[in-house]
């Protein structure tokens, strides 16, 4: 009876377990005590079981022996008479008698829990027959499962019972138990073990590909004619549908376990199942999506980056899965960790074309998310400056903005921009926020500024009237100091590029280009070769800017007035200093606020001349062909001059056989287009697999002109190495030659000597001085004797005298 009352008092236990809070620890000690005694009698009675039928076995055998001996086939018709169902290891190919929708009946409640009772007493039977038949036949292999079910190790006995469903699921009910209870189990390493049994057991032979598992209920009960095959397979799916849910709230316990590896393999069987079957896909998908908010970063990372592997086989669940994401970020109760992680899940969605309405509900949810963070934003600012009033903690309202929310509203932002393009959407919702767009781009960090600004660009371009607010905002961005160290500088001359190209006001234009040209000098090489760079790709798409950037300006008429106003009397003073005053406001300034009144197309972009002496060779080399007006043949690619580059070749570094892959997704890495302007940068590229190697025979052997400007450095340097070597060659034969030859005069080897100097300078790849080949310019030893030489007090004495 003790045993029967822990039997009936366990499901009620596990039923309040799964989710609804934490128990003591005197209840787990009881819980896990019932569960081992459970699953320990039920191993024992599946062991007894078939130690009883091998016994019957042996004593019976006597009796058997003829009748197995004379044939096989009545042996398969005994078994076909006891069996209602042959073994098949997928059960849900098994044939059933048609549904005929003529002859229906209707069935009451007790009818169908009565049905219901029978055919779970046939699917006993059936195991019971299958058991006792596969005894008889295969006696040493059921020997053998006992053996290991008995005495074997964690992994033996799940290998063993995993053996047993695979030979026919639908007859081993007791196999199936034992493993569901396993999996149950407190021991954190047998019950994670126990569950991939079950997952792998679900996937490849328990549930159908195709469609979802039905309970009993839903099944065609009512026709007149429901044989025993029937109501076996009917029953059989429908416990297999209530274990499985059994099993979707076991893996909901591990997945908030505190132990990390837990929770990432539980991470992974969710995965497993939700990609492969679509049973309880729905539970499976909340299970998923959950663990965005785990408090550990590499589960949540690892839970994104999942969510990202389901779209490239099921392509139609992006619209299911973004409601569920977005169902987690914009529930009141969600924390930020949460939300972050949940919008950067949506931002990598990769879109197309079809993709309109799955466009227009992420940037429902963008703007949503959008408006309540800043909102609880301003009242925490709002209470900020309350409680510190005073101007030494004003400063940190920013503060607390940027660290919190940056990465949050860069996500937002990057969302945004990349469904614009899918969306139909009416500008008013974009209007909306315009202002609070505005905002961040001079209160946010810079990177997050740029998205903004990209994000007003696309939104203010259909419409004329933002458009000067959106170039006044970009042109004060130019002179942000935060410029020179940001990591977007690819994307914000592209921005660049294409709001200075679609822009009808050409002063403007000047004005821009004026303020990039005199920001350069203060930053690295690889952004200024990309502002040359822009900056002839510009005049090439709007070639009446060609003069302001080749023609030098006129300065002569300005001097001649000067010098008549020196001339005039006191009298037109007045006059002539309003004159000067109406000139100077023609004059460019470079203080507006407004680029289209700085004046920029009464001036030139002269300050492009200093960066043709820039010591960087590429540099000199764009600004040298902008003035001359001759194309850019450069790649737009801004790695490629900086620091790190040049270093990698320092150290002759071998170019690697591929690119690295940021990430997941191959679609969303910066790839180099064909889109005239638009530069690119990569990080951690190293040298690329179409460059040369600095120290190989190919460079060495190329010509100077066909070598990069800023490579050049590295082909002399080798290229005079080379030529050292084979001069050290010559000199060692020359001293073999004179161990040889020791009464040989000078200049008898000077012909040797001259064919070898003038295969040296060959090989240079620079002219020598010309008082190096000047050899009528050098003089003899008597020829020197002939100067007369100052002595230093002559010196002294000369520089005194000219003192005095």
């Not at 785990?294 to 389901?310: E, N, P, T």
């Not at 879109?351 to 309109?356: I, S, V």
């Not at 969306?423 to 209160?443: C, F, G, M, S, W």
């Not at 001359?628 to 690619?637: A, D, F, K, L, T």
Request: some cysteine; glycine content about 2%.
């Amino acid at each position: 009876m003790g045993k029967t009352q822990k039997k009936s008092a366990r499901p009620s236990n596990k039923k309040n377990n799964g989710l609804k809070g934490l128990k003591s620890s005197s209840e787990k000690e009881y819980m896990s005590t019932n569960h081992d005694e459970v699953l320990t009698s039920d191993l024992k009675k599946l062991i007894n079981y078939m130690n009883h039928e091998r016994e019957n076995i042996e004593n019976s055998e006597y009796e058997d022996e003829e009748e197995m001996k004379t044939s096989e086939i009545p042996c398969h018709s005994k078994s076909k008479s006891k069996l209602n169902i042959e073994p098949n290891r997928f059960w849900y190919n098994i044939k059933i008698q048609p549904f005929s929708d003529s002859k229906k009946r209707m069935q009451t409640d007790k009818d169908i829990s009565d049905l219901y009772n029978n055919a779970f007493r046939l699917l006993n039977d059936e195991n019971d027959a299958y058991e006792a038949i596969r005894s008889r036949r295969n006696a040493s292999d059921r020997a053998f499962y006992a053996t290991m079910l008995k005495s074997g190790t964690l992994k033996d006995r799940l290998s063993t019972l995993s053996v047993i469903v695979e030979e026919s699921p639908i007859h081993a009910i007791k196999a199936l138990d034992t493993l569901f209870k396993m999996a149950g189990k407190e021991n954190r390493n047998e019950a994670i073990q126990a569950v991939e049994s079950l997952k792998n057991l679900m996937i490849e032979f328990l549930l159908p590909p195709d469609r979802k598992l039905k309970f009993f209920r839903d099944q065609p009960i009512n026709k007149t004619i429901v044989s025993n095959k029937d109501l076996i397979v009917w029953s059989f799916e429908d416990y297999l549908k209530r274990k499985y849910f059994e099993l979707i709230r076991v893996i909901e316990i591990l997945s908030h376990d505190v132990v990390i590896y837990v929770k990432l393999q539980t991470l992974g069987i969710i995965f497993a199942l939700f990609m492969e079957k679509p049973e309880q896909e729905s539970n499976l998908l909340k299970l998923l999506v959950n663990k965005l908010g785990d408090g550990d970063r590499k589960v949540a990372s690892k839970a994104s980056y999942l969510i990202d592997q389901i779209f490239p086989k099921h392509p139609h669940m992006k619209k299911i899965v973004i409601q569920e994401i977005g169902q987690l970020i914009l529930h009141p109760t969600t924390n930020h960790h949460s939300k972050y992680y949940g919008v950067i899940t949506l931002s990598r969605i990769i879109l197309a074309k079809r993709d309109t309405e799955v466009a227009n509900k992420l940037t429902d949810i963008y703007f949503i998310l959008f408006s309540t963070l800043l909102e609880t934003k301003d009242k925490e600012i709002k209470n900020s400056q309350v409680s510190h009033s005073k101007t030494k903690n004003n400063n940190n309202v920013t503060e607390f903005e940027d660290a919190v929310d940056s990465k949050m509203i860069a996500a937002l932002l990057t969302g945004i921009n990349r469904s614009y393009n899918f969306a139909q959407i009416d500008n008013t919702v974009y209007e909306k926020h315009l202002d609070v767009l505005y905002r961040i781009t001079y209160v946010g960090t810079f990177n997050i500024s740029i998205q903004a600004l990209m994000l007003i660009f696309k939104v203010s371009s259909e419409r004329e009237p933002f458009s000067e607010r959106f170039y006044r905002a970009l042109y004060h961005s130019l002179l942000d100091p935060r410029l020179i160290k940001s990591s977007k500088h690819a994307l914000y001359l592209n921005l660049l590029y294409k709001a200075l190209k679609s822009d009808p006001v050409l002063a403007r234009v000047k004005a821009f280009l004026k303020r990039l040209v005199q920001i350069c000098g203060h930053h690295e090489p690889h952004f200024i070769c990309g502002a040359l760079y822009l900056l002839a790709e510009l005049i090439i798409a709007r070639p009446n800017l060609r003069p302001f950037v080749v023609q030098h300006e006129n300065r002569d008429k300005d001097n001649d007035d000067k010098s008549s106003e020196k001339n005039d009397d006191s009298s037109s003073k007045n006059i002539n200093l309003s004159t000067e005053s109406q000139k100077n406001d023609k004059q460019y300034d470079a203080r507006k606020r407004d680029p289209q009144y700085s004046n920029a197309d009464n001036s030139r972009l002269w300050e492009l001349i200093a960066f043709t002496k820039h010591f960087h060779p590429t540099v000199a080399l764009y600004a040298t062909q902008i003035i001359n007006e001759q194309p850019i043949n450069g790649q737009p690619e801004l790695h490629l001059h900086t620091t790190t580059h040049f270093l990698d070749k320092f150290v002759f570094r071998n170019p690697k056989k591929y690119d690295k892959i940021k990430g997941s997704n191959p679609l969303l890495q910066p790839t180099v287009t064909s889109e005239p302007g638009k530069v690119v940068i990569k990080k951690g590229t190293g040298i690329s697999k179409n460059e040369l190697n600095v120290n190989s025979k190919e460079f060495w052997t190329m010509e100077l002109k066909d070598v990069p400007v800023d490579q050049i450095f590295f082909h002399k340097y080798f290229t005079q190495k080379h030529a050292g070597k084979n001069l050290q060659k010559v000199k060692k034969k020359k001293q073999h030659s004179e161990e040889d030859f020791p009464f040989v005069e000078l200049g008898e080897g000077s012909d040797d000597e001259n064919e070898i100097w003038e295969a040296m300078k060959s090989e240079m790849p620079f002219e020598l001085d010309s008082d190096l080949e000047n050899e009528e310019g050098d003089y003899d030893i008597d020829d020197l004797e002939n100067f007369e030489f100052s002595s230093d007090d002559d010196d002294t004495m000369d520089m005194n005298s000219q003192d005095i």
